[in-house]
């Protein structure tokens, strides 16, 4: 068991860490593919929509920028109808998450591999699961025995999964704010429209940080209120997990969509550009802080070791790295990217990982559809066995970056 005093020490430690080691830079790719879509009026979705053959290709290639940003864009596409199932899942199996950042400052010669594994695997695989099933109809049904679905209804797309995603996108649509007066409801709108110029304010601080806190080499950082990079670090995470959650709470309901992971054809200006990509990656941090939470109380709670345990797995080192990418979040893959540039991983291990790992990209699927999230993230981990395994065995003495094991 832990003390009252390590279970609040580890709640503000993930509130604050949680901000600026990911959604600060989820924020980043989110605002850049929201502005690329305003400025191209939506064309490119549409283009999608035109262009069913493409699709696992563009998820692929959206999954592989650093970050999560590109595939949490993917996942709305696919809960209104407008990509396939297969798109999702080549999405989610090339994620390079905010693990690809310590990789790409510690060992970037392995992120360009193992990154480039994931892509291929993860577009080949997501063809496969749009031209021939794989049998995720049946997985898609088993899943649905445990649990039913959110709400009923769904959506038409080119999908194996049944054909449609299992809620529909406006599944949260009812946590918005109702003001009994129009005074209040002014009052609301007003001041939801100065948290979200604060929030991105903090949310650039927080980006900073987390460029040093990288070019660091991510090292522990302590909790400071100083005009430091540890005060900085501090501040820009507690002050952005709170506005992120004023946004999600509250201002979603009074100047947003009203619901989470929307996907939007174009926007109407600049703001409201910037104001969509709040709100997604508000939602983000929510479920992020969370997926910390829940990580760092079981380590606590069960004086757990990834490091020791990937030793311990040996020749079982690539399943162990694929097992591990079946955790939602970044928290884990963020920590096993470390032990990789640490040398306390194989390369074979990363590579499963990173084919595997789902990032924060999941969160989006999960809020609005369960079923398919549990169904996605169980295919992903097949591309990341066969590729982990394949490392392991033809590309054994495999090494990049400083002491990394083969």
């Known amino acids: 068991m832990i003390g009252v005093e390590e279970a609040a020490d580890i709640f503000v430690y993930s509130v604050r860490d949680g901000f600026v080691q990911v959604s600060a830079f989820v924020a980043i790719t989110v605002v850049l593919f929201s502005y690329v879509q305003y400025r191209t009026d939506g064309r490119l979705v549409r283009y999608l929509e035109d262009h069913e053959r493409l699709q696992p290709l563009a998820g692929g290639l959206l999954g592989l920028t650093p970050g999560c940003g590109g595939a949490i864009v993917a996942m709305p596409l696919y809960v209104r109808g407008?990509?396939?199932?297969?798109?999702?899942?080549?999405?989610?199996?090339?994620?390079?998450?905010?693990?690809?950042?310590?990789?790409?400052?510690?060992?970037?010669?392995?992120?360009?591999?193992?990154?480039?594994?994931?892509?291929?695997?993860?577009?080949?695989?997501?063809?496969?699961?749009?031209?021939?099933?794989?049998?995720?109809?049946?997985?898609?049904?088993?899943v649905g025995r445990i649990g039913r679905p959110m709400t009923d209804g769904g959506f038409a797309t080119t999908n194996v999964a049944n054909g449609a995603p299992s809620v529909p996108g406006e599944a949260d649509a009812g946590?918005?704010?109702?003001?009994?007066?129009?005074?209040?409801?002014?009052?609301?709108?007003?001041?939801?429209?100065?948290?979200?110029?604060?929030?991105?304010?903090?949310?650039a601080a927080g980006l900073v940080a987390g460029v040093e806190y990288l070019r660091r080499g991510a090292p522990e950082v302590a909790m400071e209120i100083a005009p430091t990079f540890f005060g900085l670090f501090t501040v820009a995470g507690l002050v952005g997990t709170t506005l992120s959650a004023y946004l999600y709470f509250v201002g979603r309901g009074v100047i947003g969509d009203g619901a989470s992971g929307r996907a939007r054809d174009t926007f109407g200006s600049t703001y409201e550009t910037f104001q969509h990509a709040a709100m997604e990656t508000s939602m983000v941090t929510i479920w992020v802080i969370v997926a910390y939470l829940l990580y760092e109380y079981s380590v606590a709670i069960f004086a757990l070791d990834i490091g020791a345990l990937a030793a311990a797995a040996g020749m079982l080192a690539p399943i162990a790295g694929a097992a591990l990418g079946l955790i939602p979040g970044c928290a884990p893959q963020i920590v096993f990217a470390s032990l990789y540039a640490n040398g306390e991983v194989p390369f074979s291990a990363l590579s499963a990982?990173?084919?595997?790992?789902?990032?924060?990209?999941?969160?989006?699927?999960?809020?609005?559809?369960?079923?398919?999230?549990?169904?996605?993230?169980?295919?992903?981990?097949?591309?990341?066995?066969?590729?982990?395994?394949?490392?392991?065995?033809?590309?054994?003495?495999?090494?990049?970056?400083?002491?990394?094991?083969?």
């Open 82 to 142: 407008s990509v396939s199932f297969g798109t999702v899942v080549a999405a989610l199996a090339a994620t390079a998450g905010d693990s690809a950042f310590v990789i790409l400052a510690l060992a970037p010669e392995a992120a360009i591999y193992a990154y480039g594994l994931a892509l291929v695997a993860g577009v080949g695989f997501g063809y496969a699961v749009d031209g021939w099933g794989l049998g995720v109809g049946r997985v898609d049904r088993a």
């Open 175 to 203: 946590c918005s704010v109702d003001s009994t007066t129009d005074t209040d409801r002014e009052w609301l709108v007003t001041l939801s429209h100065a948290v979200h110029v604060a929030w991105w304010v903090v949310a």
């Open 353 to 406: 990982n990173a084919v595997s790992q789902d990032g924060d990209a999941l969160f989006p699927l999960m809020a609005i559809d369960m079923k398919a999230a549990v169904v996605a993230t169980i295919y992903t981990t097949i591309p990341a066995l066969v590729v982990g395994i394949g490392v392991h065995l033809f590309w054994p003495y495999a090494q990049f970056g400083f002491g990394v094991v083969g």
